[in-house]
């Protein structure tokens, strides 16, 4: 690769020159992290479930690629997607697609291992082939081969379908059948904008999208009746919140001075406002746990001043505080108090939140462990499950040492993570 001391970055030729050489650079290092996933992998094979059927919570098999693949065990993933900086989750996702390939795909493999082959795309026509019988992925590898450096997402859809009706026409005709399985109304409520707004999306049959199209524009054209002065697009958004909390449109009972009534909606919200240097990310915005954003605070007094909001106040925690327990049961309180500081599960790179998890005694409570906040820390069911059964062990920082929250991981193979409320970093 060229260096960009010896270069003239203001000349476009050397830009191109650089930023070539780069992309060569990047794609050969993510070849060969995506090799050594798939090696990983097939250097993991599963152990007899009969271990794990005797005992709950120890390590499963996990079938993470196609039928006719090597299940592997289940705990390998974690650790191989923390060395590389991934969630749980997302390292499943990236070992499965290079198994799904060098298991399954052995062409196509091969040309990835040639470097002919991003891994970008590559991982697309694994992903693509996971549902296939091994009949149909053959004949997808035998026709993709030649050109997978070059199809695209629609060329490889093709294909897999081709291949599907081919090889299995009663598959294709049941996923057919089931196709009113895709219908679904997304609400992405954890990617809120900073003024409160998220978006939605949907997929339904045109008869349930028509009616859905009379009865916002019949509930818009009402608001307007009522004097909303907002635009079109932002009253039919309105709509649906009416629709939401009643099964009927805008009702005109009269009460008092004529005025119509309108449907009260229920506000649950876990808000956190912290003046203290340091433990607020988001400045003077409030911190919404539930959908993990920030939430500008006149959004916030907005919906907290409307007389249609019913307003539910929870009681505030001193984070500072230490509590603890005699018994192993976690108190209510106690249990808030851990959710609160950790907020996620704090095994390393993973976002799920603290209060769909575990709360787990980190020094074990049959060896002399306490019911207590410096004790105490959430794990979601998986990773808990981890740290049980499978030798990760981890331990809080000293006080001063990090913010609250921050705990020092060690792995199986003993690499070292640092986890804090700001994320995850190699200790």
């Given at each position: 690769?060229?260096?960009?001391?010896?270069?003239?970055?203001?000349?476009?030729?050397?830009?191109?020159?650089?930023?070539?050489?780069?992309?060569?650079?990047?794609?050969?290092?993510?070849?060969?992290v995506?090799?050594?996933?798939?090696?990983?992998?097939?250097?993991?094979?599963?152990a007899?479930?009969?271990?794990?059927?005797?005992v709950?919570?120890?390590?499963?098999?996990?079938?993470?690629?196609?039928q006719?693949?090597?299940?592997v065990?289940?705990f390998?993933?974690?650790?191989?997607?923390?060395?590389?900086?991934?969630?749980?989750?997302?390292?499943?996702?990236?070992?499965?697609?290079?198994?799904?390939?060098?298991?399954?795909?052995?062409?196509c493999?091969?040309?990835?291992?040639?470097?002919?082959?991003?891994?970008w795309?590559?991982r697309?026509i694994?992903?693509?082939?996971?549902l296939l019988?091994?009949?149909a992925?053959?004949?997808?590898?035998?026709r993709l081969?030649?050109?997978?450096?070059s199809?695209?997402?629609r060329?490889?859809?093709?294909?897999?379908?081709?291949?599907?009706?081919?090889?299995?026409?009663?598959?294709?005709?049941?996923?057919?059948?089931?196709?009113?399985?895709?219908?679904?109304?997304?609400?992405?409520s954890?990617?809120?904008?900073?003024?409160?707004?998220?978006?939605?999306?949907?997929?339904l049959?045109?008869?349930d999208?028509l009616?859905?199209e009379?009865a916002?524009?019949?509930?818009?054209?009402?608001l307007?009746?009522?004097?909303?002065?907002?635009?079109?697009?932002a009253?039919?958004?309105?709509?649906?919140?009416?629709?939401?909390?009643?099964?009927?449109?805008?009702?005109?009972?009269?009460?008092?001075?004529?005025?119509?009534?309108?449907?009260?909606?229920?506000?649950?919200?876990?808000?956190?406002?912290?003046?203290?240097?340091?433990?607020?990310?988001?400045?003077?915005?409030?911190?919404?746990?539930?959908?993990?954003?920030?939430?500008d605070l006149?959004?916030?007094?907005?919906?907290?001043?409307?007389?249609?909001?019913?307003?539910?106040?929870?009681?505030?925690?001193?984070?500072?505080?230490?509590?603890?327990?005699?018994?192993?049961?976690?108190p209510t309180?106690?249990?808030?108090?851990?959710?609160?500081?950790?907020?996620?599960?704090v095994?390393?790179?993973?976002?799920?939140?603290a209060r769909?998890?575990?709360i787990?005694?980190?020094v074990p409570w049959?060896?002399?462990?306490?019911?207590?906040?410096?004790?105490?820390?959430a794990?979601?069911?998986?990773?808990?499950?981890?740290?049980?059964?499978?030798?990760?062990t981890?331990?809080?920082?000293e006080?001063?040492a990090?913010p609250?929250?921050?705990?020092?991981?060690?792995?199986?193979?003993?690499?070292?993570?640092?986890r804090t409320p700001?994320?995850?970093?190699?200790?």
């Open positions: 690769m060229a260096s960009t001391t010896n270069q003239d970055l203001r000349d476009p030729r050397s830009l191109l020159v650089l930023a070539r050489d780069a992309r060569m650079v990047a794609d050969d290092a993510e070849r060969s995506f090799i050594a996933a798939a090696q990983w992998a097939l250097a993991h094979p599963a007899d479930e009969w271990d794990s059927a005797c709950p919570g120890t390590e499963r098999t996990l079938a993470i690629a196609g006719g693949a090597p299940l065990a289940e390998c993933i974690d650790e191989f997607a923390a060395a590389i900086g991934l969630s749980s989750d997302a390292g499943h996702y990236y070992v499965g697609d290079a198994l799904e390939l060098a298991a399954r795909l052995p062409r493999w091969r040309r990835v291992e040639a470097g002919e082959v991003a891994v795309r590559a697309k694994a992903q693509a082939t996971r019988s091994p009949e992925v053959a004949l997808v590898d035998q081969a030649s050109f997978a450096h199809i695209g997402g060329g490889i859809e093709q294909t897999v379908r081709a291949a599907e009706a081919e090889a299995d026409p009663e598959v294709l005709r049941a996923r057919r059948e089931a196709a009113d399985d895709k219908r679904h109304v997304t609400i992405y954890r990617h809120v904008d900073f003024h409160g707004r998220v978006d939605i999306e949907g997929a049959d045109l008869a999208a009616d859905l009379d916002l524009a019949a509930v818009a054209a009402q307007k009746d009522l004097g909303c002065t907002e635009s079109l697009d009253r039919r958004a309105m709509a649906l919140g009416e629709l939401a909390r009643r099964d009927h449109a805008l009702t005109f009972e009269s009460a008092g001075m004529g005025e119509p009534v309108r449907s009260k909606r229920t506000l649950h919200l876990y808000v956190h406002i912290s003046h203290a240097p340091g433990q607020n990310p988001f400045g003077t915005a409030a911190r919404v746990e539930n959908t993990r954003t920030a939430l006149d959004t916030l007094r907005s919906w907290c001043t409307d007389p249609d909001t019913q307003l539910v106040v929870r009681p505030v925690l001193d984070m500072a505080e230490q509590r603890s327990s005699e018994s192993y049961e976690i309180l106690l249990r808030e108090q851990v959710i609160l500081r950790d907020v996620t599960c095994f390393p790179h993973c976002t799920r939140p769909s998890a575990d787990d005694h980190i049959d060896e002399g462990g306490s019911t207590s906040t410096d004790n105490l820390a794990l979601c069911r998986h990773h808990h499950r981890i740290k049980t059964h499978h030798g990760w981890y331990e809080p920082l006080p001063g990090g609250p929250g921050s705990y020092r991981w060690t792995s199986p193979h003993g690499q070292h993570y640092l700001t994320g995850t970093t190699t200790a």
